[in-house]
C-alpha cells in the first residue's frame, strides 16, 4: 500500500476532551492510571481540557500542524483525547479504523471527524477493522501497532486489544511485516498497548527491554531493530510507568525533527538518555499530569499522525 513509506509527518489529530476522566472498564486491562482522591470529577475534566490546549499551543509554536475536532458531551467518553487507538491514516491516501475493547472507546469513532478529515485530506480508501469487535476481536491502532514506517514493520505486543490474527491481516493488506511478542509489567501481567513500552523514530528506538521476558521474544525483537539499524535506547520499568515509552518523533514544515514526550517521562530519564535522545533531534517536553494520572495514556496516544495529501481547496489548519 505505501509505495513510498514516509516516516515522518508534520499534521496531526487531536480531540479536545469534554467528559475525560477514569472509567472502570478500561483500567481491567490498563494498570497505567493511577487514581487519586485529590479532585473531584469536574476538577479532573477542567485540568485535563487545560493541559490539552497548552499541548496544542506548544506543538503550533514549533511549526507543528494540529487539526483540533472537539469531543461531544453525550455519549459520554472519557477517553476520546487519546484517538490514535481507533485511527490511523497512511499515505496513498489510505484510513483505518480499529477495533476497540470496550463500549466506551467504540463510541469515539465519529463519522463527522471523518468528514472534517476529508475536507482537509485527499482520502482514497478506508479499510474497516472496527467490524469485528462483534466477534470480541480487538486491535487498538497506535496503542496494539507500533508502526516503523520507513521499514514497514509492525510491533505489536499480545495482549487484550491486539488480536494476532488481525494483525496478520491488517499487515498483508498493507504491505507490512508483523513483529509480535509478548511484554508483561514488573508482576507479570500483560501490558495493555505496545505504546508504552517502545516507540520507534527514524534512526533510533526507545524500547522497556526488561518487559519481555521470553529469551526468544527479546531476541526477536532485537533481530528486528538491529536489522533495521536503529540505535536502542532502554528503559526500565519505573521509567515505563512515567510514560517514557510513549513519546512520538515528528516534524515541522521546515523540515525539523522534534522528539515529543511529557514532562513524568523527562523528569524519568537519566541524563545519559536525555542526552541520546538529543543527539537525534531536539526534545518537546510537555506537561499532563492530570491526563496520564487518570487517563494511564500519554502524548503519543493523543496525536493522530496526518500522512494524507492535504487538498489544495481544502481549509488551511492554523499554526
Not at 86 to 105: A, C, D, E, K
Request: proline content about 5%; aromatic content about 8%.
Amino acid at each position: 500500500m505505501e509505495n513510498s513509506p514516509i516516516q515522518l509527518t508534520s499534521h496531526f489529530l487531536m480531540v479536545r476532551p469534554a467528559a475525560f476522566g477514569p472509567k472502570e472498564e478500561t483500567m481491567v486491562s490498563n494498570s497505567f492510571p493511577n487514581i487519586k482522591k485529590e479532585l473531584n470529577t469536574e476538577e479532573i475534566r477542567q485540568k485535563a481540557i487545560q493541559e490539552f490546549d497548552n499541548m496544542v499551543d506548544i506543538l503550533r509554536k514549533h511549526g507543528i500542524h494540529v487539526l483540533v475536532v472537539q469531543d461531544t458531551p453525550t455519549p459520554i467518553k472519557p477517553d476520546a483525547v487519546f484517538p490514535a487507538h481507533w485511527i490511523s491514516t497512511h499515505p496513498n491516501g489510505h484510513v483505518i479504523l480499529y477495533p476497540m475493547l470496550v463500549q466506551s472507546r467504540r463510541l469515539e469513532r465519529r463519522k463527522d471527524i471523518l468528514v472534517q478529515i476529508e475536507k482537509e485530506f485527499v482520502v482514497k480508501q478506508y479499510h474497516h477493522f472496527e467490524q469485528y469487535e462483534a466477534n470480541g476481536r480487538v486491535l487498538e491502532g497506535a496503542g496494539s501497532i507500533v508502526f516503523d514506517r520507513a521499514n514497514k514493520v509492525a510491533f505489536a505486543c499480545s495482549g487484550p486489544r491486539t488480536d494476532a490474527t488481525l494483525l496478520v491481516k491488517l499487515c498483508k493488506e498493507i504491505e507490512y511485516q508483523p513483529a509480535s511478542f509478548r511484554a508483561t509489567d514488573h508482576e507479570g501481567g500483560e501490558i495493555y498497548h505496545t505504546d508504552v513500552m517502545m516507540m520507534v523514530a527514524d534512526t533510533f528506538a526507545v524500547v522497556c527491554m526488561e518487559s519481555v521476558a521470553d529469551g526468544a521474544d527479546k531476541l526477536l525483537l532485537k533481530q528486528f531493530l538491529r536489522t533495521t539499524q536503529k540505535s536502542v535506547i532502554d528503559i526500565s520499568f519505573e521509567q515505563m510507568y512515567a510514560f517514557a515509552g510513549n513519546m512520538i518523533q515528528v516534524q515541522n514544515d521546515a523540515g525539523v525533527k522534534y522528539t515529543i514526550l511529557s514532562a513524568s517521562a523527562k523528569a524519568a530519564l537519566t541524563t545519559g538518555q536525555l542526552e541520546k535522545i538529543q543527539s537525534f533531534n531536539p526534545i518537546l517536553s510537555i506537561p499532563i499530569p492530570t491526563i496520564e494520572q487518570y487517563g494511564g495514556g500519554s502524548v503519543r496516544s493523543m496525536m493522530v499522525e496526518i500522512f494524507l495529501k492535504p487538498k489544495k481547496n481544502g481549509n488551511k489548519i492554523s499554526i
